[in-house]
T-cell receptor, first 112, second 117 residues
């Protein structure tokens, strides 16, 4: 079946530091890949996505590239802000067009 | 357009009590789903529905019932609550067109935090 593995947190950074959150996946076929963000006390929001190999998703300064050869979709941001503090989830949509499989989430805390 | 709404925001139950978590969406989405979020476990799919009158089990359906009598509403029922059901519950609905993710983008509600003592 499908599965998503992302780096365990928590991750604590200083403002303006570089961020990488690793995500690898196992799936049959050609899944679509997503990063969701959950701010404290809120539901999940879609941050970015990629639907085929070598696609780069980007939004709000975050980027992730769909790497089929390494089955990875790592999240990066060049300069984090305090407002980026949240839980980040990597997810994939595989055989079913509706179902998402989520990683366990990574808590990011950015200190001023 | 309120998106996906959930009630209540917080709930405390005693073991054996029953309750219904409400979920509604006003986007005319056919697909809706329920997840639970537990520390270190990510989100796990409980039940889902592909349209009014059609429901199916997800990854962790035991102890939960659902029904879908209208497109808008997808309530989740706990018939006899257990401490293992202490969790945060999220409802989501899925578009079939447009949006950041294109087709099949999931919109999440704000969640219900349930504690069973």
């Amino acid at each position: 079946g499908n599965s998503v593995t992302q780096m365990e947190g928590p991750v604590t950074l200083s403002e303006e530091a570089f961020l990488t959150i690793n995500c690898t996946y196992t799936a049959t076929g050609y899944p679509s890949l997503f990063w969701y963000v959950q701010y404290p006390g809120e539901g999940l929001q879609l941050l970015l996505k990629a639907t085929k190999a070598d696609d780069k998703g980007s939004n709000k300064g975050f980027e992730a590239t769909y790497r089929k050869e390494t089955t990875s979709f790592h999240l990066e941001k060049g300069s984090v802000q305090v407002s980026d503090s949240a839980v980040y989830f990597c997810a994939l949509r595989g055989g079913s067009n509706y179902k998402l499989t989520f990683g366990k989430g990574t808590l990011l805390t950015v200190n001023p | 357009n309120a998106g996906v709404t959930q009630t209540p925001k917080f709930q405390v139950l005693k073991t054996g009590q029953s309750m219904t978590l409400q979920c509604a969406q006003d986007m005319n989405h056919e697909y809706m789903s329920w997840y639970r979020q537990d520390p270190g476990m990510g989100l796990r799919l409980i039940h889902y529905s592909v349209g009014a009158g059609i429901t199916d089990q997800g990854e962790v359906p035991n102890g939960y019932n659902v029904s879908r009598s209208t497109t808008e509403d997808f309530p989740l029922r706990l018939l006899s609550a257990a401490p293992s059901q202490t969790s945060v519950y999220f409802c989501a609905s899925t578009t079939t067109g447009g949006g950041l993710a294109g087709r099949y983008e999931q919109y999440f509600g704000p969640g219900t935090r349930l504690t069973v003592t």
